[in-house]
């Protein structure tokens, strides 16, 4: 009897430090198609372990990580030729290409855009346990949080003031409810005209009748400027008036990592509140 269950308890023990052992496991080899959490695993000085990027990630530009795709469509075969330990990819990459990885054996880790700034700072954390990175993750996050409150306490005199922000031309987009940039805006005390909508497309009139105090517009080369050029014929515009359009870098707006989202707004709306 006392054999029976030594060996039982053996047996226990043995898939307890199985399972011990690949929740811990070295994370070497990383294939990330989402520009945002590349960004983040550089941050955590993550860098070399990234085998694998997407065609939009600024890496591929900068050193020899293959392109395996984009963040809706990836090549399944070369992912599996570089032998990744793990692989992020999109609640927008395609689903069957996911599933392929999946059969593979291939650990895929599925995120989508973060709906708010919480769940940002969620999914930051996340990022740190699948790789191994919880320290800089933890970091990141610290930092993020002092960032914000340090920028909710210096822009007091934004508060209150109507902000559209400009993310698409054709069709005209902005920032509707439930997305980390509108939770960005209300938990500064500002008000995004089009915070309350649940699609982001709307039309040059309902901006104007709505006569935002600031409008942000994001890079989207020279067709950003065209904007910039548009805009200030409504002189009547309070933002007009006032001076207060800017342009925002795509780079670190549409795809963030901490705590470089925080700072970058702290620049340029410290410059606002003068």
Same mark, same amino acid.
């Given at each position: 009897?006392? /054999? ?6 053996? %047996? ?9 052992? $690949? ?6 080899? %990383?294939? $990330?198609?989402?520009?945002s ?5 550089i ?32 090549? %399944? ?25 999946? /059969? ?13 700034? =919480? ?6 954390? =996340? ?30 005199? *934004? ?31 500002? &008000? ?22 600031? &409008? ?7 067709k ?16 007009? /008036?006032?001076?207060?359009?800017? *342009?925002?870098?795509?780079?670190? %707006?549409? $795809?963030?990592? *901490? ?16």
């Open positions: 009897m006392r /054999k029976v269950l030594f060996r039982a308890a053996f %047996v226990q023990l043995f898939f307890f430090f199985l399972f011990l052992n $690949s929740l811990f496991a070295e994370i070497n080899r %990383v294939v $990330s198609v989402v520009p959490i590349t960004k983040q695993l941050y955590f000085k993550a860098q070399e372990t990234i085998v694998g990027c997407s065609s939009y990630c600024k890496l591929a530009k900068d050193t020899n990580v293959q392109i395996v795709g984009n963040i809706i469509n990836i090549n %399944v075969e070369k992912i599996y030729s570089l032998k990744p330990d793990i692989v992020f990819v999109s609640n927008m990459t395609d689903v069957r290409d996911v599933e392929k990885l999946k /059969k593979l054996g291939i650990k895929a880790a599925v995120f989508s855009y973060p709906k708010s700034i =919480e769940e940002f700072f969620t999914q930051v954390k =996340e990022i740190g346990k699948l790789t191994g990175y919880q320290k800089a993750a933890n970091k990141a996050i610290n930092i993020s949080k002092k960032l914000f409150a340090e920028l909710s306490n210096r822009c007091n005199a *934004l508060k209150g003031k109507k902000v559209f922000m400009e993310i698409g031309v054709k069709p005209l987009y902005s920032v509707p409810k439930d997305t980390y940039l509108n939770d960005f805006l209300l938990r500064l005390g500002l &008000i995004n005209i089009t915070g309350k909508l649940k699609d982001g497309i709307i039309n040059r009139e309902y901006v104007i009748k709505e006569n935002p105090d600031i &409008i942000m517009i994001m890079d989207m080369g020279y950003a400027k065209e904007e910039i050029s548009y805009w200030h014929k409504f002189k009547f515009l309070n933002a007009v /008036k006032n001076n207060k359009i800017l *342009l925002l870098e795509a780079d670190k %707006v549409a $795809s963030p990592a *901490l705590p470089e989202f925080f700072e970058y707004f702290k620049k340029i709306l410290y410059r606002m509140c003068k």
